[in-house]
């Protein structure tokens, strides 16, 4: 996808702050056990599509308004994830603004995890999908 230079340059800048994980790297460390909080920050629509097993719902506009009530833990290991990589990073971005300690964007967002042929979770389906 094209981003217009101004986002782009949003987007470049709060990456310089954000620590982020591959696909392959996500999944290497829960499987090593490792627990996170997963965020996705798409919106509505993109989430009744589907999304990441296990994931919670907080669309990009309203994540900062709701993050402190629904995780008042701000040492909590989160990871956010959009289509791609970017509205996430500008969430993550603003999360450790407000003080959150440990925040992670995953890198390549949703359209990545499908095109690695992971398991996603369809509202109103039985089973996770894939």
């Given at each position: 996808?094209?981003?217009?230079?101004?986002?782009?340059?949003?987007?470049?800048?709060?990456?310089?702050?954000?620590?982020?994980?591959?696909?392959?790297?996500?999944?290497?460390?829960?499987?090593?056990?490792?627990?996170?909080?997963?965020?996705?920050?798409?919106?509505?629509?993109?989430?009744?599509?589907?999304?990441?097993?296990?994931?919670?719902?907080?669309?990009?506009?309203?994540?900062?308004?709701?993050?402190?009530?629904?995780?008042?833990?701000?040492?909590?290991?989160?990871?956010?994830?959009?289509?791609?990589?970017?509205?996430?990073?500008?969430?993550?971005?603003?999360?450790?603004?407000?003080?959150?300690?440990?925040?992670?964007?995953?890198?390549?967002?949703?359209?990545?995890?499908?095109?690695?042929?992971?398991?996603?979770?369809v509202p109103g389906a039985t089973?996770?999908?894939?």
């Amino acid at each position: 996808m094209q981003h217009s230079p101004g986002f782009q340059a949003l987007v470049d800048d709060a990456k310089r702050r954000v620590p982020e994980f591959t696909i392959p790297e996500f999944c290497a460390r829960l499987e090593a056990g490792e627990r996170y909080i997963l965020i996705d920050t798409r919106e509505d629509r993109e989430w009744d599509q589907g999304h990441l097993p296990g994931a919670h719902h907080m669309s990009r506009g309203i994540i900062e308004r709701d993050i402190e009530r629904a995780i008042p833990d701000r040492d909590a290991p989160i990871v956010l994830y959009c289509g791609g990589g970017y509205r996430s990073a500008l969430a993550a971005d603003n999360l450790q603004k407000l003080g959150y300690t440990h925040v992670i964007n995953l890198a390549g967002g949703w359209r990545e995890w499908i095109a690695s042929g992971l398991p996603i979770v369809v509202p109103g389906a039985t089973q996770a999908a894939r």
